[in-house]
């Protein structure tokens, strides 16, 4: 990605974890390239109650004109990251309009054959 920030809180820092997000952050530039940068938070909850320790992740995609911030947790912090960034991705995605963007390109071509 252009430019991404990663911000762990209460967590050790992990170069897996950090790998995971930028792989997860060029995925979605490669997919919409109008972003203009990406922030992502990964903040560890308190750890009370028996499920584990809940991670919230947060992602910040900034466009021009305008910024989608979307946010989900779960014990297990490859999931929350996947599920916050398909959000992010969805949010992402009404911008571009029909027909722009590699899925919706795809999706035109074959509509109309």
Same mark, same amino acid.
Do not use: W, Y
């Given at each position: ?20 997000? &930028? ?10 390239? &109008? ?72 999706? &035109? ?5």
């Amino acid at each position: 990605m252009k430019f991404t920030q990663i911000h762990l809180r209460h967590l050790a820092h992990s170069d897996a974890l950090t790998q995971r997000i &930028q792989a997860l952050s060029e995925r979605l530039e490669t997919r919409h390239p &109008q972003i203009m940068r990406c922030r992502v938070n990964v903040e560890a909850g308190d750890g009370h109650g028996h499920k584990g320790r809940p991670v919230v992740v947060t992602v910040h995609v900034h466009l021009p004109g305008r910024e989608v911030v979307a946010s989900r947790g779960n014990a297990d912090v490859n999931l929350a990251l996947r599920m916050a960034f398909a959000a992010a991705e969805r949010q992402v995605a009404p911008d571009l309009g029909p027909g722009r963007g590699v899925r919706g390109a795809q999706s &035109q071509k074959r509509n109309n054959r």
